[in-house]
T-cell receptor, first 110, second 115 residues
Framework: EDKVVQSPLSLVVHEGDTVTLNCSYE??????LLWYKQEKKAPTFLFML????IEKKSGRLSSILDKKELFSILNITATQTGDSAIYLC??????????FGQGTRLTINP | NAGVMQNPRHLVRRRGQEARLRCSPM?????VYWYRQLPEEGLKFMVY????????ESGMPKERFSAEFPKEGPSILRIQQVVRGDSAAYFC?????????????FGSGTRLTVV
């Protein structure tokens, strides 16, 4: 059965800290891996990763994929209270269907 | 572009009633996906539809749940005889065609509460 596992499930840090969120996957027909941020509403798209070893970066957020070890990490540097959210990792199984992990709840304390 | 529109945003139903959730895809998108999110869990795929066709319903419960995407109008997710366990957030997403692509866009969801 296809599965995506995120860790940790919950993380509390202070503003300014750097955090690393983990995502491992076992999917029969892997196409790409996506990261989303969810704040009490719809998930908003952060990154899509298709190739191993190529870092994607957007401001203080970055992500990388390792297709040999079947995992991805999402890094957030110099965290701010606005980064508090649930971060979801998902994998495209085949062309259309996303398999989601259970999410990491990140809390940034001032 | 108004994005993916879902309504209602919140829906309260008593056990045994029917729930109808609507999703209007982004302009130009002909593919719609429904996902369910139970409290403290990730999203789970339910069904993938194109206009007038169900392409993949492998995530749909076998009973009480149905989905359609007619030629005209929004996609509808219908839950008959709702039970407390149906309480969840239901998200819809749309895409212009076959993927993979830069992730599809989600609507704001419908939060269904069964009392």
């Amino acid at each position: 059965e296809d599965k995506v596992v995120q860790s940790p499930l919950s993380l509390v840090v202070h503003e300014g800290d750097t955090v690393t969120l983990n995502c491992s996957y076992e999917v029969t027909n892997f196409r790409s891996l996506l990261w989303y941020k969810q704040e009490k509403k719809a998930p908003t798209f952060l990154f899509m990763l298709t190739s191993s070893g190529i870092e994607k970066k957007s401001g203080r957020l970055s992500s990388i994929l390792d297709k040999k070890e079947l995992f991805s990490i999402l890094n957030i540097t110099a965290t701010q209270t606005g980064d508090s959210a649930i971060y979801l990792c998902a994998v495209f199984e085949g062309a259309q269907k996303l398999v989601f992990g259970q999410g990491t709840r990140l809390t940034i304390n001032p | 572009n108004a994005g993916v529109m879902q309504n209602p945003r919140h829906l309260v139903r008593r056990r045994g009633q029917e729930a109808r959730l609507r999703c209007s895809p982004m302009k130009g998108h002909s593919h719609v996906y429904w996902y369910r999110q139970l409290p403290e869990e990730g999203l789970k795929f339910m069904v993938y539809l194109q206009k007038e066709n169900i392409i993949d319903e492998s995530g749909m419960p076998k009973e009480r749940f149905s989905a359609e995407f007619p030629k005209e109008g929004p996609s509808i997710l219908r839950i008959q005889q709702v039970v407390r366990g149906d309480s969840a957030a239901y998200f819809c997403a749309s895409s212009p065609g076959q993927g993979p692509f830069d992730g599809y866009t989600f609507g704001s969801g419908t939060r269904l509460t069964v009392v």
